[in-house]
């Protein structure tokens, strides 16, 4: 995502990252890329414009040209100014309520359903709810089955009624349900269009009506750009909603939509949907997204999905396994587990600062697939002592995972490399220190 602005940005700004002379003149012609970066990735022009002037306002102000390290302290009003046109910092969703009722609302095609169960896994997992997800587009069966299949992924109770054409009476019947069983949030995901119009504004804004809903929430798809505000800004007229999740972020986004519709219709983005899962869901931190558009990356993001993949008892009983040498296969094919449920490989890339340059490398997410094939090709003892794997069983194995032996033999390599790199982290407090400096990491928020 925003890899092309990303690009455009930082060349925009390496001039002034060196120690050649400052001058007004050439940060005015900075700001004038920096701007033709942001029309090029479908920010409307009255956003960019105003943006720019911002930005050269406050660092003429501030004395860039006189500064130790002027170029740094103009990237560094860049990234401000970004995060302010983000919305400054991460809203919060609010849920509370006897039950919390949350409104979803959107076209067609935007993702409406999928992130509806998406929201429901997030307070379910996240924050203990217990959300009931209600199917009010009657008049697209398919959505209504949908609804179904996403609740029954994440364990949630789906309320629907195929044959009521009614969308208000559905959301009554489906309130008292909720209070009945318990359901402390109720999600309501509503018919869309493939193009705004008269008859699904009434239905949205009837069901908002009776409802009262504690937080209305606008689905719209990054990849629209300019579209996807302006759309915004029809529903909003109509809906006065609370906050937008914006989905496809991990795709071929120019990232128009997601620098451009807190200014354009003031209401934040409180989600991004990153991917297909049902917990490809992230909060919004308009500071952590401003520094990875500028090749800053984003490391307490990082630390936070390493952080809630991390189990205490599972880390000791490695620890010990470590300690002793006894770290095997079976608990590196468990790691590679770990990793992956951390997201993509690009997007974890991504968070990573100074990784800037490799945005346009192509980052296989089955790199891992090789490196497994030939691990379940072991037998059980193989695994849990790699000493044993002798030629004859290297080639067995090659031919078992559809590798080579030379394969094998990097492997084996490189695992034992790891091993051995691994017990120099066995220090207790090497580890006391890594773990405070994770957690340090991790409180550090916007």
């Known amino acids: 995502m925003f890899e092309n602005l990303s690009d455009k940005l930082e060349r925009a700004l390496k001039v002034l990252k060196g120690q050649g002379q400052i001058t007004e003149v050439n940060v005015s012609e900075t700001l004038k890329e920096v701007r033709r970066a942001l029309l090029d990735s479908d920010v409307s022009y009255k956003t960019a414009k105003e943006f720019t002037d911002r930005v050269k306002e406050k660092a003429l102000g501030q004395k860039v040209l006189t500064a130790i390290s002027p170029g740094q302290l103009l990237v560094k009003i860049t990234k401000d100014e970004l995060t302010e046109l983000m919305g400054g910092e991460a809203s919060e969703l609010n849920y509370q309520g006897n039950p919390g009722i949350i409104l979803m609302s959107g076209l067609q095609g935007s993702g409406k359903t999928t992130h509806s169960g998406k929201l429901a896994n997030y307070l379910k997992t996240k924050k203990g709810k217990n959300p ?131 200014s354009e219709v003031n209401k934040p983005i409180k989600f991004v949907g990153m991917g297909e899962k049902m917990d490809a869901l992230d909060v919004f931190y308009p500071e952590r997204m401003a520094g990875r558009i500028l090749g800053m990356g984003d490391v307490v993001s990082l630390v936070e999905k390493a952080q809630e993949q991390f189990d205490e008892e599972q880390a000791k009983r490695l620890e010990k396994k470590i300690k002793k040498d006894q770290f095997d296969f079976n608990d590196f094919l468990e790691q590679i587990g770990q990793i992956k449920k951390m997201g993509s490989m690009k997007d974890i890339m991504g968070m990573l600062p100074g990784m800037g340059q490799l945005k346009n490398v192509d980052v ?83």
């Open 364 to 446: 296989d997410d089955n790199a891992f697939k090789p490196i497994e094939a030939i691990i379940k090709s072991m037998t059980p003892s193989e695994r849990s002592n790699p000493a044993l794997i002798n030629q004859s069983r290297k080639t067995r194995i090659a031919k078992g995972s559809g590798t080579s032996v030379e394969e094998v033999n990097k492997l084996l390599k490189q695992f034992d490399q790891m091993r051995q790199m691994m017990k120099m982290f066995t220090n207790k407090s090497q580890m006391a220190a890594m773990m405070k400096q994770a957690n340090m990491m991790k409180g550090m928020r916007p």
């Open 132 to 262: 009931l997800l209600v199917a009010c587009d009657i008049y697209r069966p398919a959505a209504i089955d949908q609804l179904h299949v996403v609740g029954e992924s994440i364990g949630v109770d789906v309320y629907s009624e195929r044959e009521n054409k009614n969308a208000v009476e559905i959301a009554k019947n489906a309130l008292a349900f909720a209070k009945q069983n318990g359901n402390n949030v109720v999600i309501v995901d509503t018919a869309g269009r493939l193009a705004i119009d008269a008859e699904m504004m009434a239905e949205i804004t009837a069901v908002k009506a009776f409802l009262n809903p504690t937080e209305t929430l606008f689905v719209v798809d990054a990849m629209t750009g300019q579209d996807a505000v302006n759309t915004a800004k029809a529903f909003h007229d109509q809906l006065n909603f609370d906050g937008v999740i914006l989905t496809k972020l991990d795709g071929d986004t120019r990232g128009g939509a997601a620098l451009s519709i807190k």
